[in-house]
């Protein structure tokens, strides 16, 4: 195939991504879709798997680089603008007990995933990422993990599925355990547990949104405190895995032969140093956030669209075991880190 033939064909990959992103859009701007508060991103992924178990045979395989290409350089670049929806003054906003709860949260909760996982004797890749995505930020977590490591793309999309139904489950389940006097918290703490625990930000709005706007404040921005933390997680994890290849190269479902530096992730902090500076207006930052969700959206429909039904049952139950696991000491460890340590730290 000539060279240009290459080309007008993964352009017809990223154009049909391109077609069902705009359709995630249109659906996730309906009334029930925003009451569920699920971004167009999760929209995106399920379009996609729809896609894969129907139409993905009946289209030309020439067309198949361009959807590559959707879920590698574009959620690259998607997870890049993501720093424009966070500042360093979010830090200074919340002070440092609210950093250090996070840091425990990420820290044990991927610690215990990835232990967990091997006891359940899962998949190395599949642990890592529902792992990080319980672990941080959700989906976007997973996705940007995903393009620090090398997994195939049904893979994420299990991880996605994960996070997405324990983050929705804990969006409902907090404000009602709250409103009936359960989790016995002030509304300053109940934003600090809420902001670290509860997987996507999506999910937080929502949840913070149905308990009061002293507990989404305060939520909100220790949850974009946790969405900073990928960085180093990311860096850690490409520094591991390469250890891990170099250690046991028999063994290596995640290839990276030496340590390779995620760059898009030190873009990524270096977005969010520039969007601290307030030298943008804001209708610039939210055109930046409206493009950026649509990439990874993009991104998302792509790996939806490499995920068919068979490979969900080669996955099999254990990753939502692991992911059950995490919700569970989420919501029992970030209680406890809010109702005891933080009033302490205060």
């Not at 959807?67 to 959620?75: D, E, G, P, Y």
């Not at 996705?143 to 793309?153: D, F, M, R, W």
């Amino acid at each position: 195939m000539k060279l240009s033939e290459q080309r007008s064909s993964m352009l017809h990959g990223i154009l049909l991504m391109a077609l069902f992103s705009c359709a995630a859009f249109y659906i996730g701007d309906t009334d029930l879709v925003k009451r569920l508060s699920l971004s167009p991103m999760i929209v995106g992924i399920i379009l996609g798997m729809l896609y894969a178990n129907s139409l993905r045979n009946n289209l030309p395989e020439t067309w198949t680089p361009g959807i590559a290409f959707c879920s590698k350089r574009i959620l690259r670049l998607g997870i890049i603008l993501y720093g424009f929806r966070l500042t360093f003054q979010d830090i200074s906003a919340v002070g440092l007990p609210a950093i250090c709860i996070d840091a425990i949260i990420v820290g044990s909760t991927i610690a215990i995933g990835i232990l967990i996982g091997r006891l359940l004797k899962m998949d190395r890749g599949i642990a890592l990422l529902a792992s990080v995505g319980s672990a941080i930020c959700g989906a976007a977590a997973v996705l940007g993990t995903e393009s620090a490591i090398k997994v195939k793309p049904y893979k994420t999309a299990v991880a996605v599925a994960t996070v997405v139904i324990f983050g929705t489950l804990a969006m409902f389940l907090y404000p009602m355990l709250y409103k009936a006097g359960i989790f016995d918290l002030s509304p300053d703490l109940m934003g600090i547990f809420a902001g670290s625990t509860i997987h996507e930000v999506a999910h937080v709005v929502g949840a913070g949104n149905a308990m009061g706007k002293e507990v989404s404040d305060a939520a909100i921005i220790v949850k974009m405190i946790r969405v900073m933390m990928l960085v180093p997680v990311l860096l850690i994890i490409s520094w591991d895995v390469a250890r891990q290849a170099r250690l046991h190269p028999e063994n290596d479902t995640m290839e990276r032969g030496k340590i390779q530096i995620p760059w898009f992730a030190i873009l990524f902090l270096a977005a969010i140093c520039f969007n601290s500076l307030d030298l943008l207006p804001e209708g610039v930052v939210n055109a930046i956030n409206t493009l950026c969700t649509f990439l990874l959206t993009m991104a998302m429909t792509a790996l939806g669209a490499e995920t068919s039904i068979e490979k969900f049952k080669k996955a099999g139950a254990k990753p939502f075991a692991l992911a059950a696991i995490l919700f569970v000491w989420l919501i029992g460890a970030g209680y406890c880190l809010a109702k005891f340590v933080v009033p302490v730290l205060l």
